[in-house]
């Protein structure tokens, strides 16, 4: 167990709790290195604390990074370093003896289950093997029908890597349609005159007829996401599944925004899905920041809109809706990207909850202007969206944007 804080100088205790710190926090996916250990320990006597948000501010200066770590951080530091006496409570609270909870049970927050994990993680070479148990599994949900329906924030970080190889999995049904150019067909529906007149100059006389059609294309798809605090949890695996439907289609363009707008579609090219979020990453100075939706719309329709909007682009947009800035701009924007698209479907994680409403200023402007408001928030969700972009979507009555409207009204 972990003690109240730093120690006195001297005890031994400080630099062995660090340590122990340091490898909780590598185990639940913040990269920290045994330098970075050294460094800690230097930089905590050296700065002589006294409290404990001074000792909180310290290590987050050693250990972090990058901004999509803050997260694990936090809850990793608040469980650690928590007061004495805080176990024995929690198994008071537990024992037969207590009296039954009327407090509403509630969801963990975005990254406890992952550090929860990890500072829980025993040598599994010291356990011994627990007996095995038949059981009888025909009226009970299997792991992974469960992780299907599990939140993204409330995987840990095994699911979590299980669910990036379902995502990998996805495939994306055939959703050709039809373009203004033709190709040659050998029964296609009109006639190519200058093929056929160029047959007909060959030696041998007689003029055979050449057809053509039109030609099929996937039409490309515009993904603009969200990546500001209070998406942060969710838009690291949509990248995945970005990733895996660049790699797919090809004709996929990509943006990310918080307080500006960001083009990492050549990154998210890169074969290997590690590589390309780390490029990501590097590309973006705002992740886990504010929320500009209207100013970085109006950026995309200024300078990108005219450039990868044609051929029928179905429009993609990953945002909570929490905007900050005034709703006429915002309106201005998102009606003038939903004129420019063949399709502009809306992915929030906040229709996750089952009391959500769409009460927010930002949610009231955007919606009008969408062809569909989906949740996108478990692996269950996503499948649901792989349908809607082949033109097959389910249950249109939840995700029509005018019923949320007549709720809101």
Same mark, same amino acid.
């Given at each position: ?111 406890? &289950? ?85 047959? &007909? ?8 007829? @050449? ?69 990501? @990453? ?13 100013? &970085? ?113």
């Amino acid at each position: 167990m972990a003690s109240d804080g730093p120690v006195a100088s001297g005890t031994g205790r400080l630099a062995e709790n660090i340590v122990y710190f340091a490898r909780a926090l590598r185990e639940a996916g913040v990269p920290v290195g045994p330098g970075a250990v050294l460094d800690a320990i230097v930089a905590v006597e050296a700065a002589h604390i006294g409290e404990k948000a001074d000792f909180y501010a310290t290590l987050q200066a050693v250990f972090v990074k990058k901004k999509e770590h803050m997260i694990l951080f936090r809850q990793a530091f608040e469980i650690y370093w928590k007061k004495r006496g805080f176990m024995d409570k929690l198994i008071a609270l537990m024992s037969p003896k207590a009296p039954p909870s009327t407090q509403k049970k509630q969801k963990a927050e975005a990254g406890a &289950s992952r550090v929860a994990d990890a500072l829980l993680k025993q040598d599994k070479k010291d356990e011994k093997p627990a007996p095995s148990l038949d059981l009888d599994a025909r009226f009970t949900m299997s792991a992974a029908e469960v992780l299907q329906h599990k939140d993204f924030a409330q995987m840990s970080a095994s699911e979590i890597d299980e669910a990036m190889r379902q995502i990998a999995k996805l495939a994306l049904p055939d959703d050709q349609v039809l373009t203004r150019r033709f190709e040659p067909s050998r029964r296609g529906p009109l006639i190519d005159p200058r093929r056929a007149f160029r047959r &007909s100059l060959k030696p041998g006389g007689m003029i055979e007829l @050449s057809f053509r059609q039109r030609r099929e294309k996937h039409p490309p798809i515009v993904v603009m996401c969200d990546i500001s605090g209070s998406m942060s949890e969710y838009s690291r695996i949509f990248l995945h599944f970005i990733h895996v439907l660049t790699a797919q289609r090809g004709r996929v363009h990509t943006f990310l925004f918080g307080t500006r707008l960001t083009n990492v579609t050549r990154a998210l090219r890169a074969k290997d899905v590690d590589e390309a979020l780390a490029q990501c @990453s590097g590309a973006v100075q705002d992740w886990s920041g504010g929320t500009r939706i209207g100013t &970085s719309l109006h950026r995309f329709n200024r300078d990108w809109s005219r450039r990868v909007l044609g051929q029928g682009a179905i429009v993609i947009l990953f945002t909570d809706g929490l905007e900050r800035d005034g709703a006429e701009s915002l309106a201005f924007e998102v009606e003038r990207l939903h004129k420019s698209a063949r399709r502009l479907i809306w992915l929030n994680p906040l229709l996750r909850f089952d009391g959500f409403e769409a009460k927010a200023q930002g949610i009231r402007t955007i919606l009008p202007h969408v062809d569909e408001f989906r949740a996108i928030h478990n692996l269950s969700s996503m499948a649901q969206l792989v349908e809607a972009l082949a033109g097959q979507p389910k249950g249109f009555a939840t995700t029509d944007p005018r019923v949320w409207l007549r709720r809101a009204a």
